[in-house]
């Protein structure tokens, strides 16, 4: 039987980080809109990633903040999630694997 802990499921994401929820929200709409994304990551994006038009490349469970983490494991691949609040600000994420 298998656990959460020490579990190789792992997923691929990027994400959009800004600093305020309205950025967030104007973001968002963008996206749904059909903005692209790597592109809004890349000019937007106070995360290192945007450079990289958000990819944060594969990651377990666990080694992300908590609340960017029960994000990530729930979308689905090409799914775009809601405004993830954390420690660092606004995130956008997208499901990429």
């Given at each position: 039987?298998?656990?959460?802990?020490?579990?190789?499921?792992?997923?691929?994401?990027s994400?959009?980080?800004?600093e305020?929820?309205?950025?967030?929200?104007?973001?968002?709409?963008?996206?749904?809109?059909?903005?692209?994304?790597?592109?809004?990551?890349?000019?937007?994006?106070?995360?290192?990633?945007?450079?990289?038009?958000?990819?944060?490349g594969?990651?377990?469970?666990?080694?992300?903040?908590?609340?960017?983490?029960?994000?990530?494991?729930?979308?689905?691949?090409?799914?775009?999630?809601?405004?993830?609040k954390?420690?660092?600000?606004y995130?956008?994420?997208?499901?990429?694997?």
């Amino acid at each position: 039987m298998g656990s959460l802990f020490g579990s190789k499921e792992k997923v691929r994401c990027s994400h959009i980080l800004v600093e305020s929820k309205t950025d967030a929200e104007n973001l968002l709409a963008k996206l749904k809109g059909g903005a692209d994304f790597a592109a809004e990551a890349k000019s937007l994006s106070k995360c290192p990633s945007g450079r990289n038009g958000g990819d944060l490349g594969k990651f377990s469970r666990g080694k992300m903040v908590k609340e960017f983490d029960a994000v990530a494991f729930d979308l689905d691949v090409g799914q775009l999630s809601d405004i993830v609040k954390t420690q660092f600000g606004y995130h956008i994420l997208i499901r990429t694997e």
